[in-house]
C-alpha cells in the first residue's frame, strides 16, 4: 500500500506511524525540509511543497492508493482558511486528476455544525456555522462533493471533533495554570476524539471497500459529548486540581460569538464502517495520560 500523507502533524505523523508499523510505504508532505528528520524517526519519505502553491503541488510524484490530507490552518484566521481549504484543495484535485490516486480522504470539523440547541447531530444534519472559518470549510467539502461525482476523484469526508492527547491542548493547560473556568452555566456540550482514534478512523476509511466509503461524510468522535462543566471539574479531579471558578459574564461575554452547543454522533462510522474508538470517553483517554503511562500530560483543544 502507497500512501501520501499532506499536513504531517500531530494527527498526520501518528497515522503515518500506524501505517509505517503495517507495512504501508508511506511518505508526508511538509513544507520545508526542517520537518523532514521528524518524518524520517517515524519511517515515513519526505515530500516537501505548499498546497497553497499550484505549481509545488503538480510537480509531487503520483501512484498513490491513498492520499490523506490533514493540513491545518495553524490556528490562522480566514484568509489561512482561503488559502489552504479552498485553493489548497483545488491545487490538490488538479493535481490527482492526473496522478492515479486510489481514493483521497480529508479531514473536515465538526465546526462545521452550526447548531447551538444542544441536540444532537448526524452527517444528514445542516450545514449552516456562524463562523466564517467553518463556512470555507462547509466550501471545500462542496468543491469534493462535486469532484467526487464529477471526474470521479473518489473521496471520503472525516468530520473530525477536537482532538486531544499527548501534548497537545488548552483547556488542560488552563486548568493547570490555574485559569480554567466553568463557561455559562456549565451545560455547554463539548465532543472531542482522541488523536490515536483519528488515525485510525482514517485508516479505517482508507481500507474500506471503496463502494461504502466513497462520497461519504463520516464523523469522527468518541461516544461521549461531555458537559463542559462536568469535563472541567473531573479533570480536576483526576489531575488533583482544585475545581475551576464560574467565568465572570466578561469572560462569558467575550467568548460567547460563535460557539456551538451540539452533540455529534459517531454512529454512521460505527456502525457503518466497523470503526471502534481506542478511547470511547475522555476518561480512558485522559486516565491513561494523566497516569504516566503516556509521557507528557495530555492536553486539549476545545475549538469544534
Ligand atoms: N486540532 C483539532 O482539534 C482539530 C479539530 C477538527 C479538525 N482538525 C483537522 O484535523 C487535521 C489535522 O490536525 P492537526 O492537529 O494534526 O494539525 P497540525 O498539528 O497543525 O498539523 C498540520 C500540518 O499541516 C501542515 N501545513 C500547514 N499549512 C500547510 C501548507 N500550506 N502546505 C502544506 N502543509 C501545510 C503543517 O506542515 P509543516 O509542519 O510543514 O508546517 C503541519 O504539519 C487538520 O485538517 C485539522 O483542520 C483538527
Avoid at 120 to 144: G, H, I, K, Q
Avoid at 157 to 171: N, T
Avoid at 216 to 243: C, I, M, S
Avoid at 283 to 303: F, I, M, N, T
Wanted: charged share 25%; proline share 4%.
Amino acid at each position: 500500500m502507497r500512501v501520501l500523507i499532506v499536513g504531517c502533524g500531530y494527527v498526520g505523523l501518528e497515522l503515518g506511524r500506524q501505517w509505517v508499523a503495517r507495512g504501508a510505504f508511506v511518505a508526508g508532505v511538509r513544507r520545508s525540509s526542517a520537518g523532514a528528520g521528524e518524518l524520517t524517526t517515524a519511517g515515513l519519505a519526505t515530500v516537501t511543497g505548499d498546497v497553497t502553491r499550484r505549481e509545488e503541488v503538480l510537480a509531487w510524484p503520483g501512484d498513490w492508493d491513498v492520499v490523506v490530507n490533514a493540513v491545518s490552518s495553524s490556528r490562522g484566521g480566514a484568509e489561512v482558511y482561503r488559502q489552504i481549504y479552498r485553493d489548497g484543495t483545488r491545487h490538490l484535485l488538479e493535481w490527482m486528476a492526473g496522478a492515479s490516486v486510489g481514493r483521497y480522504v480529508q479531514l473536515s470539523s465538526t465546526s462545521v455544525y452550526g447548531q447551538t440547541d444542544g441536540g444532537w447531530v448526524d452527517e444528514d444534519s445542516a450545514t449552516e456555522p456562524n463562523s466564517e472559518t467553518s463556512r470555507l470549510l462547509v466550501e471545500m467539502e462542496e468543491v469534493l462533493r462535486r469532484a467526487h461525482s464529477g471526474n470521479g476523484t473518489s473521496t471520503v469526508i472525516l468530520r473530525v471533533a477536537g482532538i486531544y492527547g499527548p501534548g497537545r491542548g488548552h483547556q488542560l493547560q488552563q486548568l493547570l495554570r490555574g485559569e480554567a473556568r466553568i463557561q455559562g452555566d456549565g451545560s455547554r456540550w463539548v465532543n472531542m476524539v482522541h488523536r490515536d482514534d483519528v488515525a485510525s478512523a482514517v485508516r479505517t476509511v482508507a481500507e474500506a471497500p471503496l463502494t461504502s466509503v466513497a462520497g461519504r461524510v463520516f464523523n469522527v468522535v468518541d461516544d461521549e459529548p461531555v458537559p463542559q462543566g462536568e469535563f472541567v471539574t473531573w479533570l480536576a479531579h483526576e489531575y488533583g486540581k482544585p475545581v475551576p471558578p464560574v467565568a465572570s459574564e466578561e469572560e462569558n461575554a467575550a467568548r460567547k460569538r460563535g460557539l456551538t452547543h451540539k452533540r455529534v454522533s459517531n454512529r454512521r462510522l460505527r456502525t457503518e464502517t466497523g470503526w471502534i474508538p481506542t478511547f470511547g470517553t475522555f476518561r480512558e483517554g485522559y486516565r491513561l495520560l494523566s497516569g504516566g503511562a503516556g509521557g507528557s500530560p495530555v492536553l486539549l483543544d476545545l475549538h469544534p
